[in-house]
């Protein structure tokens, strides 16, 4: 079985930079694409930026690219969001999910880290 654990969230400024963490555990190969989602209060889930097994290429929804940055760590199995210039409407529950090769979605999810950036 795989898990994800997700860290960092927390209340921060508006204009403040939040580094998120998830560490994937469990019995998955190494090579695998990884994702960050996010879902605000009342509004469904929505992605935010993955990188590929190899760092690359990297994907962002409009919103966040050029705030944000994601990257990945394979030895630690980890997955990183750096998100900096934070808006009120960044402010969101962050999950990290795993899509392993050879599946069009994404398979294993955590339960996701806090972020609220106040105005």
């Known amino acids: 079985q795989v898990q994800l654990v997700e860290s960092g969230g927390g209340l921060v400024q508006t204009g403040d930079s939040v580094r998120l963490s998830c560490t994937v555990s469990?019995?998955?190969?190494?090579?695998?694409?990884m994702g960050w989602f996010r879902q605000a209060p009342g509004k469904e889930r929505e992605f935010v930026a993955s990188?590929?097994?190899?760092?690359?290429?990297?994907y962002y929804i409009d919103s966040v690219r050029g705030r944000f940055t994601i990257s990945r760590d394979n030895p630690a199995n980890a997955v990183y969001l750096q998100m900096n210039n934070l808006r009120p409407d960044d402010t969101a529950v962050y999950t990290c999910?795993?899509?392993?090769?050879?599946?069009?979605?994404?398979?294993?999810w955590g339960q996701g880290t806090e972020v609220t950036v106040l105005s």
């Open positions: 469990g019995r998955i190969s190494s090579i695998y694409d």
């Open positions: 999910a795993v899509r392993p090769l050879h599946y069009g979605t994404y398979q294993y």
């Open positions: 990188v590929s097994a190899g760092n690359v290429p990297s």
